[in-house]
C-alpha cells in the first residue's frame, strides 16, 4: 500500500467521528461534510509523520473550520433570525440507518441543536467539543484563543442554557410515538381538552418557514397556546407520515409527493415538551425522503 493510500485509510477510521463533530457544530450536514473533506484535503497537503496523534490533529482542524463556518454565517445576517432550524436527520420509523447511528448518538435531537443555534459560535465550540466529545478545555482554549478558564466559561454558559432550554426526550419511543399519535388524533378530531392533556405546560413550539413562508417563522409556548396553534395542524393529519427526526418520534407530512413540513417531538414524562417545525420550501426541496420507502 502506497502512503497516500495509508494516509486515507487511517482517515477514514476518524471520519465518523469528524462528522459527528462537524453536524453538531453546524447543524447542516452538508456543510459537515464539506468541513470533513476540506481537513482531508489538509492532512493530504501536511507533513502527516510529524502529526502524533492523528484524531486529536482532525478533531482541531474540523473544529477550527467550523469555527469560521459560524462566524462567516454570523457576518452575513443582517438580522438575527427568530428561528434556524437545523438539518433533521430523517429514518424511517423502525430504526434509524446504521451510517446516521453515530451522527445522532448521544441524543443529539432537533431541539438540542435549535437550541445551540442561539449559542456564539465560540459558546458553542466549547460545550459541543468538552461535554459531548470530552476534549480538554487546554486544547479547546488554544482553538479559540482564549485561557482554559476561559474555555471552561464559555461551555458553562453553554451548558445552562442547554439544561433550561433542551428537555432530554424520553428514552422509550414506543411512549414518544404514543404521545405523537395522540396529539394528531386530538388534532384531527378538533378535541382542544384531548391536544391541552398531552402537551406539558411550558410546551414550546418553534417553526422556521424560511424567506418564502416568514409568517411560518414562529416561537410560541403554553399548552394552550400550543393547543390553539396544533387545531390547525388536523387538516395535515391524512398526509403525517411517521418517521424519527433524529432519532426521537415525529412525521413527515407529504403531500404528492413533496414535503410540506418535517414536525419533530421532544416526548417527557410522556408530555410533548418541545415541537420543532421545519416549514421552509426551499429547504425542504432538498431533503432525502428515501428512508421513508424502506
Not at 410515538?177 to 406539558?200: P, T
Not at 426521537?248 to 409527493?257: D, H, I, L, P, Q
Amino acid at each position: 500500500m502506497d502512503e497516500r493510500a495509508s494516509l486515507a485509510e487511517r482517515f477514514e477510521e476518524h471520519r465518523t467521528r469528524l462528522r459527528a463533530v462537524a453536524y453538531r457544530m453546524l447543524g447542516s450536514v452538508s456543510e459537515a461534510d464539506d468541513a470533513v473533506q476540506e481537513a482531508w484535503l489538509r492532512l493530504s497537503r501536511a507533513d502527516s509523520g510529524s502529526v502524533e496523534n492523528l484524531g486529536a490533529w482532525l478533531t482541531t482542524v474540523v473544529a477550527r473550520l467550523c469555527l469560521n463556518m459560524l462566524r462567516s454565517r454570523e457576518h452575513r445576517r443582517e438580522e438575527p433570525l427568530d428561528v434556524l432550524m437545523p438539518d433533521p436527520v430523517i429514518s424511517h420509523e423502525n430504526g434509524v440507518e446504521p451510517e446516521q447511528e453515530a451522527l445522532l448518538a448521544d441524543s443529539v435531537g432537533l431541539a438540542l441543536l435549535v437550541v445551540l443555534e442561539t449559542l456564539t459560535p465560540a459558546e458553542r465550540l466549547a460545550f459541543v467539543l468538552h461535554d459531548m466529545f470530552a476534549v480538554p478545555f487546554d486544547e479547546i482554549a488554544a482553538m479559540i484563543e482564549r485561557t482554559p478558564a476561559a474555555a471552561r466559561q464559555l461551555a458553562s454558559r453553554a451548558r445552562r442554557r442547554v439544561q433550561g432550554q433542551a428537555p432530554v426526550p424520553d428514552p422509550d419511543l414506543t411512549r414518544q410515538r404514543r404521545a405523537v399519535d395522540a396529539f394528531f388524533a386530538a388534532a384531527r378530531d378538533g378535541e382542544f381538552d384531548a391536544l391541552v392533556s398531552v402537551l406539558d405546560p411550558d410546551v414550546v413550539l418553534r417553526s422556521d418557514g424560511g424567506v418564502a413562508r416568514a409568517r411560518h417563522t414562529v416561537v410560541i409556548s403554553g399548552a394552550r397556546t400550543v393547543a390553539g396553534q396544533a387545531l390547525t395542524f388536523g387538516r395535515l393529519s391524512p398526509f403525517a407520515r411517521s418517521a424519527l427526526i433524529n432519532a426521537t418520534a415525529g412525521v413527515v407530512v407529504v403531500a404528492n409527493g413533496q414535503p410540506l413540513s418535517v414536525m419533530a417531538f421532544t416526548v417527557t414524562d410522556g408530555k410533548i415538551v418541545a415541537i420543532d417545525v421545519l416549514a421552509d420550501p426551499e429547504r425542504l426541496k432538498q431533503l432525502d425522503l428515501t428512508a421513508l420507502d424502506r
